[in-house]
């Protein structure tokens, strides 16, 4: 082959390189693209699930909560019917028992009053107690009602457990230090169901937040001392 034809055959290879070369250039470019389009809606692709995931759980959670919050109500508002139903058979039991014996009456009776949620008995409330009390050592055939209450703030679920708590503490008090025997004792816990003062008024309140006792006795001489009731 001739330097000539070399030469002609080395211009047209160049030529059909740079042809191709002009030709897929634009294929390349539209390729490389498509893959950078390709990678930025997988990407949004994957940002949207995961919102979408973040969602779901989330509102899978509030569903969550607020199934719990509707069980926990059901089960507060079942738990105070019980105690209610409960404080209304003591009370029916207790009205009975004194039905049943010869015309028992209280002949005295005291109150002493608590601080807010609070079921301790003060110096105060034992003085008061202590002479209240002096009165039952030469006494026969008597009861004591203990009653306790609350005001009116709180759950009654838990006003039903203070007040019991309260007429505890006075039972306890009056059992150990005069040595009364325990089944003289009548004791309710009655909550906020039955106040003696208005609870608009923190005067009011405090007046609830109170432990009633009372001497009933079906002897005709008994003797008659009433407590006045003491603050704190």
Known sequence: MTTAALFA???TGCATKNYVRTQTAPIIQHTDQLDQKTSE????IHDVDTRAQAGISQVQNSADAA????????????????AANDVEHRADT??????GLDSYRVISKASVTFGFNKAVLTADDKAQLDSFAGQLGSMKSYILEVTGGTDSIGPAQY???LSQRRA???VQYLATKYNIAPHRFYLIGIGKDHYVASNSTAEG???NRRVEVQVLTNMGNGSTTSGTPTSN
């Not at 809606?41 to 949004?44: I, S």
């Not at 207790?94 to 039905?99: I, K, Q």
């Open 9 to 11: 055959l080395g211009v």
């Open 205 to 207: 309140r405090k007046e």
């Open 94 to 99: 207790l009205g009975s028992v004194v039905a």
């Open 67 to 82: 199934s719990q919050s509707a069980q926990n109500a059901k089960q507060s508002a079942g738990q105070a019917e019980v």
């Open 41 to 44: 809606n997988n990407r949004q």
């Open 159 to 161: 006003n039903y457990d």
């Open 168 to 170: 505890e503490a006075v």
